[in-house]
């Protein structure tokens, strides 16, 4: 079975700092890896993905992670925060199989302060 | 272009009431999502769409949740007898078709309240 852990409900972070928030994944074929994000009472809006290729994926905002087979993680940083990055985050991992239905972690909210 | 929509926003029912949710995918997408976010959770898979049939129902609790897609596009979740514990943020998401790598577009959800 696949799943995805996200360490850390909560993470507080001062504009301009770096922001790092976890996720680990278990997966028994190569996984797919995303990362979205959801804003108050918005859908969630993906940040970027892993699929194959590059380990080091960039998405938008500034936002980055990479993809550490060894350590089943897929980590998102930006190296300066933005209060407008206060959000909530999601890691999910796909199901591969039958469809493409996502496996999502239970999400970290990112506090910025000024 | 439009994104994936949902009506109604908020629904607000009373307990054993039936309920139906709407989704209408982005135009051209033939893979449809339903998933549910309860308070302080992640998204839950429900069930799954690949044109008119359901490809994927696993995720359905029990009985009491249905979906359908009768024409492969506009999507209804309906929850018969509705229970407090039904109450969540009911997620739809559309895709192309593929292989898995291609991006779930999520709309902003219908948000269910069972008194």
Redesign the interface.
């Known amino acids: 079975a696949q799943s995805?852990t996200q360490l850390g409900?909560h993470v507080s972070v001062s504009e301009g700092a770096l922001v790092l928030l976890r996720c680990n994944y278990s997966s028994s074929v190569p996984p797919?890896l995303?990362w979205?994000v959801q804003y108050p009472?918005?859908?969630?809006?993906?940040l970027l993905?892993y699929?194959?290729g590059a380990t080091l994926v960039k998405g938008i905002n500034g936002f980055e992670a990479e993809f550490k087979k060894s350590e089943t993680s897929f980590h998102l940083t930006k190296p300066s925060a933005h209060m407008s990055d206060a959000a909530e985050y999601?890691c999910?991992v796909?199901?591969?199989g039958?469809?493409?239905?996502?496996?999502?972690?239970?999400?970290t909210i990112l506090r910025v302060k000024s | 272009g439009a994104?994936?929509s949902q009506t109604p926003s908020n629904k607000v029912t009373e307990k054993g009431k039936y309920v139906e949710l709407r989704c209408d995918p982005i135009s051209g997408h033939t893979?449809l999502?339903w998933?549910r976010q309860s308070l302080?959770?992640?998204?839950?898979?429900l069930i799954?769409f690949?044109g008119t049939g359901a490809?994927?129902d696993s995720?359905l609790p029990n009985d009491r949740f249905f979906a359908v897609r009768p024409e492969g596009s506009v999507s209804t979740l309906k929850i018969q007898r509705t229970e407090r514990g039904d109450s969540a943020v009911y997620?739809c998401?559309s895709?192309e078709p593929?292989?898995?790598?291609?991006?779930?577009?999520?709309?902003?959800?219908t948000r269910l309240t069972v008194t």
Do not use: H, I, M
């Open positions: 995805v409900s797919y995303f979205y009472n918005q859908g969630l809006q993906l993905k699929t194959t999601f999910a796909r199901l591969g039958n469809g493409n239905k996502l496996v999502f972690g239970a999400g | 994104g994936v893979a999502y998933y302080g959770q992640g998204p839950e898979f799954y690949q490809a994927d995720g997620l998401a895709s593929g292989d898995g790598s291609y991006e779930q577009y999520f709309g902003p959800g």
